[in-house]
């Protein structure tokens, strides 16, 4: 399949300082022209990809009812297994069933003063016949958090700032997350909705999808354009916390899944690279060249970007998963009152 969008090699951070800097400029055009780009370089192998793949497979070929034992709505921190149809991006259904992950810590106790947005921190639910499943998957959470924090440096000095300006927002507390998701096969003249047209609401994400699985598009100038798995690269975008944080100068950008064809199916892993959930991704001060170039941030009066992280995912949570939000915090149900 053909590369539709940048290619970056991330190993270009390893050379002279003429390749540093070229990695610098190449990762601020791709993120401020397009939004998304292809990752190699980055030190994941093979194996490692493939131990993600097969892992993910053996979770979706458990029995239903050992899955349902971890369902998401047995969690008030919007973890464990979504089955099929079970997830919205705008009030639709998605047509994929999933796991979410995240850094694996004790539950904040509720109280007088305690934000919402802390139910989002607590243990994940794990199937008690697939052991490596936790294994692989925080193994997998620490190692491309180090690839968020390295992307996150050459960002910052990319854009006229220091190489650590954002590490204060991550802290000794990030909120890492991911999932594992598989999206069956559907019959039918129209191409389903996989998950739905969004823009991922924190900072970066890195997806791996399996080899020659196409469905996830990207919006270019109004279009949508196909961006097919390239062999041991990351699909790398940058979410909305990115654009608020630049003005707008990096841009978040729309993009969807379509599912496969009946008979098929598509298996991808999606991290999600977070900060404290306490935290505002500081701004930058653009140099004079790029604040000129700067588009301003999106704005939907009925999508609201919270500055506070934990504001921000919890309202994507709440919209995406009422099942958890009728069992576990019904005072958060969209339009209660």
Same mark, same amino acid.
């Given at each position: 399949?053909?590369?539709?969008?940048?290619?970056?090699?991330?190993?270009?951070?390893?050379?002279?300082?003429?390749?540093?800097? +070229?990695?610098?400029?190449?990762?601020?055009?791709?993120?401020?022209?397009?939004?998304?780009?292809?990752?190699?370089?980055?030190?994941?192998?093979?194996?490692?990809?493939?131990?993600?793949?097969?892992?993910?497979?053996?979770?979706? #070929?458990?029995?239903?009812?050992?899955?349902?034992?971890?369902?998401?709505?047995?969690?008030?921190?919007?973890?464990?297994?979504? +089955?099929?149809?079970?997830?919205?991006?705008?009030?639709?259904?998605?047509?994929?069933?999933?796991?979410?992950?995240? #850094?694996?810590?004790?539950?904040?106790?509720?109280?007088?003063?305690?934000?919402?947005?802390?139910?989002?921190?607590?243990?994940?639910?794990?199937?008690?016949?697939?052991?490596?499943?936790?294994?692989?998957?925080? #193994?997998?959470?620490?190692?491309?958090?180090?690839?968020?924090?390295?992307?996150?440096?050459?960002?910052?000095?990319?854009?006229?700032?220091?190489?650590?300006?954002?590490?204060?927002?991550?802290?000794?507390?990030?909120?890492?997350?991911?999932?594992?998701? +598989?999206?069956?096969?559907?019959?039918?003249?129209?191409?389903?909705?996989?998950?739905? #047209?969004?823009?991922?609401?924190?900072?970066?994400?890195?997806?791996?999808?399996?080899?020659?699985?196409?469905?996830?598009?990207?919006?270019?100038?109004?279009?949508?354009?196909?961006?097919?798995?390239?062999?041991?690269?990351?699909?790398?975008?940058?979410?909305?916390?990115?654009?608020?944080?630049?003005?707008?100068?990096?841009?978040?950008?729309?993009?969807?899944?379509?599912?496969?064809?009946?008979?098929?199916?598509?298996?991808?892993?999606?991290?999600?690279?977070?900060?404290?959930?306490?935290?505002?991704?500081?701004?930058?001060?653009?140099?004079?060249?790029?604040?000129?170039?700067?588009?301003?941030?999106?704005?939907?009066?009925?999508?609201?970007?919270?500055?506070?992280?934990?504001?921000?995912?919890?309202?994507?949570?709440?919209?995406?998963?009422?099942?958890?939000?009728?069992?576990?915090?019904?005072?958060?149900?969209?339009?209660?009152?």
């Amino acid at each position: 399949m053909t590369s539709t969008l940048p290619l970056i090699d991330l190993s270009l951070l390893d050379g002279s300082a003429e390749d540093q800097q +070229r990695f610098r400029t190449e990762l601020r055009r791709a993120t401020h022209e397009v939004g998304f780009f292809y990752l190699v370089g980055h030190g994941v192998d093979d194996d490692q990809f493939a131990t993600m793949i097969d892992t993910a497979r053996r979770f979706f #070929a458990l029995p239903e009812h050992e899955k349902l034992a971890i369902e998401n709505s047995l969690s008030p921190h919007f973890r464990g297994y979504t +089955r099929v149809g079970g997830e919205l991006t705008l009030g639709k259904q998605d047509w994929r069933e999933q796991i979410d992950i995240g #850094a694996e810590r004790d539950a904040v106790a509720a109280g007088e003063g305690v934000e919402d947005y802390w139910v989002l921190e607590g243990p994940n639910l794990w199937p008690e016949s697939l052991p490596e499943l936790r294994t692989e998957t925080l #193994a997998w959470i620490a190692r491309l958090n180090g690839i968020g924090d390295r992307l996150l440096s050459a960002w910052a000095e990319a854009l006229g700032a220091p190489a650590d300006h954002f590490e204060q927002a991550f802290g000794e507390r990030p909120s890492p997350n991911m999932k594992i998701v +598989r999206y069956p096969g559907k019959s039918g003249p129209v191409p389903e909705q996989g998950v739905g #047209a969004h823009k991922d609401l924190g900072v970066l994400t890195l997806l791996y999808v399996e080899e020659g699985k196409a469905g996830l598009q990207v919006e270019k100038d109004g279009e949508w354009i196909d961006a097919p798995p390239v062999p041991g690269a990351f699909v790398v975008n940058i979410g909305e916390l990115l654009e608020v944080a630049t003005d707008g100068y990096l841009k978040a950008t729309l993009h969807r899944v379509i599912s496969p064809a009946e008979g098929d199916e598509r298996i991808s892993i999606p991290y999600f690279h977070g900060p404290a959930l306490d935290a505002e991704i500081p701004s930058i001060t653009l140099p004079p060249e790029l604040q000129a170039q700067a588009r301003g941030v999106t704005v939907d009066p009925k999508n609201p970007i919270h500055a506070v992280f934990g504001r921000n995912w919890l309202k994507s949570r709440v919209r995406a998963h009422p099942n958890v939000v009728a069992a576990h915090h019904p005072h958060l149900a969209v339009g209660r009152g």
